[in-house]
């Protein structure tokens, strides 16, 4: 089950009782959002398949990109420029 934007919007807006069934499936979409915005440590682990990543750099933590992790060759790729393998601090897949 999944709870449509329009129940949502509703409940928020008082004009619709979502029932336990319901909150509890609004809350485990919630928790499986934020879950998915975490930062991951390259120290800790690397990506473990091909994909886009939203990066932070050793610049500074306001400083991110969006980088390709090529699976095999183990790198950090981008479109315009590329970031050593060094200067990725953390990533994340890229939000929804």
């Known amino acids: 089950m ?3 934007d329009e129940a949502l919007n509703e409940a928020i807006e008082g004009k619709r009782e979502l029932g336990e069934i319901g909150l509890r499936f609004a809350l485990k979409e919630l928790r499986d959002f ?3 915005l975490q930062w991951i440590s390259v120290s800790e682990k690397l990506p473990d398949k091909e994909a886009w990543y939203l990066v ?5 933590d306001s400083r991110y990109a969006v980088q390709h992790w ?3 060759d183990r790198t950090w790729l981008g479109d315009d420029y590329s970031y050593e393998f060094d200067d990725i601090t953390h990533y994340m897949p890229i939000p929804k």
Do not use: E
């Not at 932070?56 to 500074?60: A, H, S």
């Open 2 to 4: 999944r709870i449509t």
């Open 34 to 36: 934020r879950q998915g």
């Open 56 to 60: 932070k750099t050793v610049f500074n």
């Open 70 to 72: 090529d699976d095999k």
